[in-house]
T-cell receptor
């Protein structure tokens, strides 16, 4: 059974810092791993999707990596801004569970001006 | 459409009433998903559709919950005889298919049972 864990649960950093959010998963039989952002009272916004055959994806100041052998993914945020404050969720898409995504509990990020 | 659309965005209902939540997926997306998120908690899988079929209903919390999809488009999540523990945001998402494409979420339907 696939389980997804995110560490830390919460993170507070000063503006301008680079930071890394961690995601681990127990079963490497996945189509992909997807990172989302959730603002308070809002739905989820897709940030990056890494297919199982890929090692990383980049979008602007965001870079996500995937290491299937160790069951880990990281989301790197460069030069953080107060507008980056949100909850970041990772989700694994297992082969053997149809369309079901398995979500971590999220990391709540606060970037202080 | 441009994105996943859900309605109503907010619903307050009395305990014991039935509610229907609607989801319009992105046009052309064959896969559609429903998740629930209680206040301060993670996402809880409810059900997904491939076309109009729901191969996995294992996440539905009880027989008071049902969902259908028609025309490989709109989906409705129905909660009968609502209870206070049903209060949550119900999130719908869609993707091209279930084999690993990007999944796009709607803004959610916020349900409060009083």
């Amino acid at each position: 059974k696939q389980e997804v864990t995110q560490i830390p649960a919460a993170l507070s950093v000063p503006e301008g810092e680079n930071l890394v959010l961690n995601c681990s998963f127990t079963d490497s039989a996945i189509y992909n791993l997807q990172w989302f952002r959730q603002d308070p009272g809002k739905g989820l916004t897709s940030l990056l999707l890494i297919q199982s055959s890929q090692r990383e994806q980049t979008s602007g100041r965001l870079n996500a990596s995937l290491d299937k052998s160790s069951g880990r993914s990281t989301l790197y945020i460069a030069a953080s801004q107060p507008g980056d404050s949100a909850t970041y969720l990772c989700a694994a898409h297992p082969y053997n569970q149809g369309g079901k995504l398995i979500f971590g509990q999220g990391t709540e990020l606060s970037v202080k001006p | 459409g441009a994105g996943v659309s859900q309605s109503p965005s907010n619903k307050v209902t009395e305990k014991g009433k039935d509610v229907e939540l609607r989801c319009d997926p992105i046009s052309g997306h064959t896969a559609l998903y429903w998740y629930r998120q209680r206040l301060g908690q993670g996402l809880e899988f409810l059900i997904y559709f491939q076309g109009n079929s729901a191969p996995d209903k294992s996440g539905l919390p009880s027989d008071r919950f049902s969902a259908e999809r028609t025309g490989e488009s709109v989906s409705t999540l129905t909660i009968q005889r609502t209870q206070q523990e049903d209060s949550a945001v119900y999130l719908c998402a869609s993707s091209l298919d279930i084999t690993g494409n990007t999944i796009y979420f709607g803004e959610g339907s916020w349900l409060t049972v009083v």
